[in-house]
């Protein structure tokens, strides 16, 4: 994609001497060739002018519309490649790799750009485009992750962030302290129940001076425990 001001350019070139070069698409209407010339009619606010492609090869289309025609570095290959194999199906990765001589790693780190931030196709060299793609690609799984944690637990409250009535940020907020009431729960019944043997020795022997001395050491809260749990009072 040519950058900002050859694009400029491009669409005056356009609107003053109109368009030399037909935009080429396949049979379906997807785009072969001429990307760069219809965002310059789009801006030239000039109507493009399209040729239908009939031919059994459209993968050499966009490769001669792009990579042959001019020289280009091999992330700006890889990035051609990887929008013809979007654009055209039934030819692997590793086919479309070994016809350009790119390598496979090269040409999925196109493809992570295409998919998390195509915006910065042909604006910025590959390997500065996958890095800023991979932090949207990893935000975008942590949002993901959020969200399906919050179903799993509410899909009620999943349903009302969906519908932009309640902020993600907010519903997880309370997701969290439920979970830590539940926690807090837990480890209290865990700890009743690590220390109940001395509930039971104090039930077996509540008429004695052991028993008096326990319960007269006792907050008024846990007095009143244990006269509920032993029947007293």
């Known amino acids: 994609m040519l950058n900002e001001g050859e694009l400029l350019d491009l669409a005056h070139s356009i609107k003053t001497e109109c368009q030399h070069e037909d935009i080429v698409l396949d049979v379906d209407g997807v785009l072969l060739d001429g990307r760069n010339r219809l965002a310059a009619c789009k801006l030239a606010a000039v109507e493009p002018r399209f040729t239908t492609y009939t031919g059994n090869d459209p993968i050499r289309v966009i490769y001669s519309g792009n990579v042959y025609r ?4 091999k992330g700006q290959q890889a990035m051609i490649t990887a929008m013809a194999m979007r654009s055209v199906s039934g030819h692997s990765m590793r086919a ?3 016809l350009q001589g790119l390598s496979r790693s090269r040409l999925s780190a196109a493809n992570v750009v295409l998919t998390h931030a195509p915006a910065l196709a042909g604006t910025l060299g590959l390997d500065s485009a996958y890095q800023t793609a991979c932090g949207l690609k990893a935000n975008a799984e942590a949002l993901q992750e959020r969200y399906d944690r919050l179903r799993r637990h509410d ?4 349903e009302q962030v969906t519908a932009g009535v309640l902020a993600l940020d907010d519903a997880i907020a309370t997701v969290d302290r439920w979970e830590e009431a ?3 729960a837990q480890q209290t019944i865990e700890q009743i129940t690590a220390n ?5 020795e104090l039930a077996a022997r509540r008429d004695t001076r052991y028993a ?3 319960i007269d050491g006792l907050t008024a809260e846990a007095r009143a ?3 509920e749990l032993l029947g007293r009072g």
């Open 70 to 73: 001019r020289h280009i570095s």
């Open 96 to 98: 479309h790799a070994k």
């Open 155 to 158: 899909a009620d409250l999943a």
């Open 182 to 184: 539940v926690h807090h």
């Open 196 to 200: 109940w043997p001395a509930v039971q």
């Open 212 to 214: 008096q001395e326990v």
């Open 225 to 227: 425990l244990i006269d």
